[in-house]
């Protein structure tokens, strides 16, 4: 989760046009301007003097989207404008997804494609090549290899989809020795900031060290720019500002992964995801241009994201000043149309800063960050239709990050959902972990009658269908370990938490994580090799106030990360160097690349990434909990 960054603020005045490999921005747009009711632009096309247009910012502090805002759709240009750009395909007319709805036995599924269109058109819907008028086809296990999909409009208009992968053709977890439960006992290493191809080479390490798993960071198309953002090019926490579900990450493309995936089940090595559903990219990070309407009315250009040259279309309502000459609109839309989601998928823009009101916690706009009404079922089918992409090309599980910001009735339906197209049957190796985070707020969280993430979120589970197997694999990142991990007073069974010693969220200075005391560290920040160690170890050992080791916390948590440089806290994959900045880089701390998968690396040594995984202490403790 992000915690206490500013995440909407751009910087750059611009008179010229600029061309990134990939990305072109034109500054303003010189096309004669069609004119719109009530909003006065100058000869550019631009609102006049430093003016920018309304947001969705609420009324009142329900955080019902006004409906004032539906029809701020199709804001994507066509592909005869200048601002088109491959990935944006006939977005400005046609979008869509697959769903995928499987049989009990997870032998057969049903695929079909969810379209929306900004007008009547008569589509054809294309099966690897094949195609047909029915949105739906159905594929069994003797179906071996990705299946390639797109849709045609007669009028020419057509979308083409990433590849669609089925859970039959994820490699078969080898078997291994120990304690693991099919799944449901063990350590998961968090590879922060690793790319696929190096967690691809580590797998075999993580396999023999006795690991139940690896978890990843982030894997959905993100947010990415060419310009520094507090002066560091491509920050960290863009990787928690989704453009898109789809899976073409900072770490690498859905065949880079795909291909990990299978590396790691063949050692046995299970893989989780980490899933951000709560909300999409933040105010002013998007695809438009943008202005701060202060005294410097300082410009700033768009941003890009991590699918390179095939990048999806995507806008936020913050900052712009411009009107779209292809629709006669003002460019202030909420629409992501790679999900798709549009203004009415949201809640209203208002500040998420009342902690203890549960309204607001909910339906808040974390540190600018567009939130999602999780209310809407469409919006619940569409977070589960992603869950269920993610485990059809392989992973066992997710975190769900910001999960405290979601309603646990919402939440339930998800998973009810998630359950559904499963066929009703849920993989007995599944788990998902979620993030909240107990802070001053923790009465809230674990003992109020309808918002707590302990008996409340029980309670909608099971009101939803969900058997007691499932809601035993819904487990919650125990924010209270080390420290206070009683605070919930029992109120949830310790089989379903998950615990850990530092986390990512905790090694940036300003944090609002959760506080270890003296009876924790975190590595990159304040805490010496030797005394991680110790804690490491003690995480299997014995746990702070544990009663029953061997089955009490059954998953645990390593982190693994890298170590910050100079002033620069950028993740160390060459995508934060410098180098490759393009608009404003004086100031640029930069961060060059390192391999992170090197052979014979110690854990904590050197001055990249920290392989804490990798100490020999730390999985002699491990495996012994493992039984190993």
């Not at 631009?46 to 309304?54: A, F, V």
């Not at 819907?125 to 179906?143: E, H, I, L, M, P």
């Not at 967690?199 to 798993?213: H, M």
Request: proline share 5%; charged share 20%; glycine share 8%.
């Amino acid at each position: 989760m992000l915690s206490l960054f500013t995440v909407f603020i751009g910087s750059l005045i611009l008179s010229t046009t600029l061309t990134v490999p990939g990305v072109f921005y034109a500054v303003k747009s010189r096309q004669a301007s069609k004119q719109i009711p009530q909003i006065v632009y100058n000869s550019d096309g631009d609102l006049p003097t430093c003016q920018i247009h309304e947001g969705v910012v609420c009324a009142g502090s329900a955080g019902e989207m006004d409906p004032k805002h539906a029809s701020k759709l199709w804001n994507t240009p066509p592909r005869n404008h200048s601002r088109w750009l491959k990935g944006f395909q006939d977005m400005n007319v046609l979008q869509g997804y697959a769903r995928l709805q499987y049989n009990a036995a997870h032998t057969q599924c049903v695929v079909t494609i969810v379209t929306k269109t900004a007008t009547s058109l008569i589509l054809q819907y294309g099966f690897n090549g094949t195609f047909q008028s029915a949105a739906s086809r159905v594929f069994d296990k003797s179906f071996t290899s990705p299946l390639k999909v797109s849709v045609i409009a007669r009028t020419g208009q057509s979308l083409v989809l990433d590849d669609i992968d089925f859970i039959w053709n994820a490699a078969p977890i080898k078997s291994r020795p120990g304690d693991f439960r099919n799944g449901q006992k063990g350590a998961i290493v968090e590879m922060f900031g690793w790319p696929d191809e190096d967690i691809e080479k580590e797998c075999r390490v993580i396999a023999d060290a006795g690991y139940l798993g690896v978890k990843l960071f982030p894997h959905h198309e993100q947010l990415m720019s060419v310009q520094p953002f507090e002066n560091e090019l491509n920050p960290w926490y863009f990787m928690y500002q989704p453009v898109s579900y789809r899976l073409q990450g900072r770490a690498g493309s859905r065949d880079q992964l795909r291909k990990m995936i299978n590396t790691c089940r063949s050692y046995g090595v299970r893989v989780y995801a980490d899933a951000v559903v709560n909300h999409m990219t933040g105010n002013g990070n998007d695809a438009s241009f943008h202005r701060n309407p202060g005294a410097s009315c300082t410009y700033w250009p768009p941003k890009n994201s991590s699918a390179g040259d095939n990048l999806s279309p995507f806008f936020t309502p913050a900052y712009t000043y411009q009107h779209n000459d292809w629709n006669g609109q003002p460019n202030n839309a909420l629409e992501f149309p790679g999900v798709p989601y549009g203004p009415m998928d949201f809640h209203c823009d208002k500040a998420l800063n009342a902690w203890t009101d549960p309204n607001n916690l909910n339906t808040g706009w974390l540190v600018g960050l567009s939130d999602l009404d999780t209310s809407k079922d469409y919006v619940r089918q569409r977070i589960a239709d992603y869950f269920i992409d993610l485990l059809s090309i392989g992973f066992s599980g997710f975190r769900i990050d910001a999960a405290k910001h979601i309603h646990p009735k919402d939440l339930a339906a998800i998973f009810a959902k998630f359950k559904a197209s499963l066929g009703g049957n849920i993989p007995e190796d599944w788990i998902t972990w979620l993030e909240v985070l107990t802070g001053g707020e923790s009465w809230l969280l674990v003992r109020d009658s309808e918002y707590s993430f302990t008996t409340g979120l029980t309670r909608e589970m099971k009101a939803v269908g969900l058997s007691d197997a499932d809601i035993d694999k819904v487990k919650i990142w125990w924010s209270g370990y080390p420290t206070e991990p009683n605070n919930d007073e029992g109120s949830l069974s310790r089989h379903r938490k998950v615990i850990q010693n530092d986390d990512h969220d905790q090694q940036s200075d300003g944090s609002s994580s959760r506080s270890l005391h003296d009876k924790g560290c975190v590595l990159v920040k304040d805490c010496a090799p030797a005394k991680h160690r110790a804690y490491e170890v003690k995480l299997f050992e014995d746990p702070y106030e544990i009663t029953d080791n061997d089955n009490d916390y059954p998953i645990r948590m390593v982190l693994s990360s890298y170590y910050f440089s100079g002033q620069s806290k950028s993740i160390p994959d060459g995508k934060s160097d410098c180098s490759l900045c393009k608009v404003t880089c004086d100031g640029c701390r930069t961060r060059t690349y390192a391999p992170a998968y090197v052979e014979n690396a110690k854990a904590y040594e050197g001055t990249d990434y920290t392989r804490v995984h990798r100490d020999a202490e730390i999985i002699a403790a491990m495996r012994k909990w493992m039984k190993m």
